[in-house]
């Protein structure tokens, strides 16, 4: 984290989801969504939100088979806004800096999933340990 | 020991109808207007049948033998056909569990000795526990096959592709744009390109919540094919909040014409093929001014 930023987040509510099919995602959209509309995000930044956590479902279901999902609702200082966190337990990612390069897919995609998701929202973190797994986690915030 | 319930069980067939019966009428979760009188009576009585021949020294242990197999399909079919007339699930479990509390008041009034009857009831319970067990998993399964198909009209259903003009098609995508649903769309739309002559496909997506880089790609699919076919492509139904988003995932649609509503894809669409829409001002106003 950037040292400027140097207040606490403090999640508030929260839920967890396990998504393991295609039929999943679309449940776990529309909580993010729900999430999102409590706590009054705009239009835009809850479209940037969503897709954004769809982007990382469905690369979780792709490469490790799904795993599970944790939705809170967070607050740092006057902001709030919504975390949602991946974790799985799939191959993990070898190199994360590649996997961060725009038009880098190891399968037949775009190769956006990652980059793509980085620029729609406020804050991203991803670890990854090959062989046993990934979690990242993203945050937006309300107005951010 | 259990020739004694065998034989009690054989010899009081009637009975245990008679009790069943009792039992299924004084619940009151039965739903008349689904089912007869003399229907239920009816499917009772093969029930009890199937079961009560069909008892002897080793099935009473396993409810999986092979004795059972017609008590089995019929408990099946029957749980099937209950979750497709909309039974609820507590009605079709308290049908067979009516049948158990039946068969075991009988064996209490025929023995009197309450050790002899514990071991019983024990036993019997279990084998109508796994015929419960069965007659759920039977009665989800009926369920599941259901929501299948309705998934599949959905598919079906969401998919038209209409012939708005002479050489235009337009097919509006509602929902979400995964691979199989993907399949069926650019199916119906490249056999109605080929169909119909057309030489315009517009794609509206006002009707797609979220444009995530899979949707996007199953797009850019989907215009590929029609591009090779000779066709052009347009997409529309962009809303802003989807625009915004499209640029920061990053997505190319450079290649595409796009639209934000069917309305002006329709327009670009007319001037493409060099058609002209125009008021006919003059003889409408004549008409209403008579």
Redesign the interface.
Same mark, same amino acid.
């Given at each position: 984290m950037e040292p400027s930023k140097k207040m606490e987040i403090i999640p508030l509510t929260r839920g967890t989801m396990m998504v393991f099919k295609?039929q999943d995602?679309?449940p776990f959209?529309n909580e993010v969504k729900e999430y999102a509309e409590r706590i009054k995000m705009g239009?835009?930044n809850?479209?940037?939100l969503?897709?954004a956590a769809?982007?990382m479902v +469905?690369n979780m279901l792709k490469y490790a088979n799904g795993g599970l999902t944790i939705i809170e609702i967070v607050s740092r200082g006057p902001q709030s806004g919504v975390r949602v966190t991946f974790k799985d337990e799939g191959p993990g990612i070898a190199d994360i800096p590649q996997a961060m390069q725009?038009g880098f897919s190891t399968g037949k995609?775009?190769g956006?999933?990652l980059?793509?998701?980085k +620029?729609?929202v406020n804050e991203f973190d991803i670890k990854s340990i090959p062989g046993t797994g990934t979690t990242i986690t993203i945050i937006k915030w309300a107005n951010g | 020991m259990f020739e004694n319930i065998i034989k009690t069980l054989k010899s009081n067939k009637g009975e245990i109808l008679e009790l069943w019966m009792k039992n299924q009428l004084a619940s009151s979760v039965i739903t008349e207007d689904l089912m007869t009188n003399q229907e239920l009576r009816k499917q009772s009585e093969e029930l009890v049948n199937a079961l009560v021949n069909n008892l002897n020294e080793n099935s009473i242990n396993d409810s999986q033998s092979p004795d059972f197999d017609q008590l089995t399909e019929l408990l099946g079919g029957i749980s099937i056909s209950r979750a497709r007339q909309g039974f609820s699930p507590r009605e079709t479990g308290s049908f067979i569990l009516s049948l158990k509390e039946a068969l075991l008041e009988i064996l209490k009034k025929e023995n009197s000795n309450v050790n002899e009857v514990f071991e019983e009831s024990l036993k019997l319970s279990r084998l109508l526990d796994n015929f419960t067990i069965l007659t759920f998993e039977t009665f989800i399964k009926g369920r599941e096959e259901l929501i299948m198909r309705q998934t599949d009209e959905i598919t079906d259903i969401s998919t038209p592709v209409i012939k708005v003009w002479d050489g235009i098609l337009a097919l509006p995508i509602i929902g979400t744009l995964d691979s199989a649903r993907t399949q069926v769309v650019m199916e119906n739309l490249l056999q109605e390109i080929v169909k119909t002559g057309s030489g315009i496909a517009i794609l509206d997506i006002s009707g797609v919540p979220t444009v995530d880089s899979l949707v996007a790609q199953n797009l850019l699919k989907a215009v590929s094919a029609t591009r090779l076919m000779g066709a052009d492509c347009i997409i529309s139904g962009i809303r802003p909040e989807i625009a915004q988003t499209i640029v920061h995932l990053g997505i190319d649609l450079s290649q595409v014409i796009t639209k934000a509503t069917l309305a002006s894809a329709l327009q670009y669409a007319f001037k493409s093929l060099r058609l002209e829409v125009r008021k006919t001002a003059l003889e409408a106003a004549g008409v209403t001014n008579q």
């Open positions: 295609d995602v679309v959209r239009l835009v809850q479209t940037k969503i897709t769809s982007e +469905r725009d995609s775009l956006l999933g980059p793509g998701t +620029r729609l | -």
